[in-house]
């Protein structure tokens, strides 16, 4: 049963950093692409990175050069390191995990599991 919780949410200044991090429970047999997203109320839920089971990384263009995405060497934590944070980047964000090779598309439909999401504000 894949289990995702997210944590780390919270409000900041313009400029200022945010870590959020992801406890997943996966299966130990299957190799995942964990990603994250986010979302603000009344618009599409939008790709922001992912991170395959071989560390390959891929951003939204939005958040390149800003954020970083990681995981721990058990590969049961998912990490986004958020830095130079923009009003624009409020949403509420989600983590998700799908058993197979990331696609490079950071894709809503791609994912198959969800998390219940953290809510980031930045201003």
């Known amino acids: 049963h894949v289990q995702l919780v997210e944590s780390g949410g919270g409000s900041v200044q313009p400029g200022g950093s945010l870590r959020l991090s992801c406890a997943a429970s996966?299966?130990?047999?299957?190799?995942?692409?964990l990603g994250w997203f986010r979302q603000i109320r009344g618009k599409e839920r939008e790709g922001v990175a992912e991170?395959?089971?071989?560390?390959?990384?891929n951003y939204a263009d939005s958040v390149k050069g800003r954020f970083t995405v990681s995981q721990n060497n058990a590969g049961n934590t998912l990490y986004l390191q958020m830095n130079s944070l923009k009003p624009e980047d409020t949403a509420m964000y989600y983590c998700?995990?799908?058993?197979?090779?990331?696609?490079?598309?950071?894709?809503?439909?791609?994912?198959?599991?969800w998390g219940q999401g953290t809510q980031v504000t930045v201003s």
């Open positions: 991170i395959g089971s071989d560390d390959y990384t």
């Open positions: 996966l299966n130990p047999d299957s190799d995942y692409c």
């Open positions: 998700a995990a799908v058993p197979a090779s990331c696609l490079r598309f950071i894709r809503y439909g791609d994912f198959g599991y």
